[in-house]
């Protein structure tokens, strides 16, 4: 009995260092992605700023020739 308390106890001491150790990649991952996402607003502004989009125009459309 006392045999397997010791496994027991052992396995949960493992999985505890395994949650951990998963949870530490996680959190750096969720960090990652963050800093990406940063990037990537920042690289859709500067490209905005460069280049409007056509489409996102506040001018009025001249009616077609066939008018």
Do not use: C, G
């Amino acid at each position: 009995m006392e045999e397997r308390i010791n496994d027991l106890e052992s396995r949960i001491a493992f999985q505890d260092a395994a949650i951990d150790e998963l949870n530490r990649t996680v959190m750096e991952q969720q960090q990652h992605l963050d800093a990406l996402l940063l990037k990537v607003e920042h690289l859709q502004d500067k490209l905005k700023a460069i280049a409007p989009s056509p489409l996102d125009s506040s001018d009025p459309e001249p009616p077609p020739p066939h008018y």
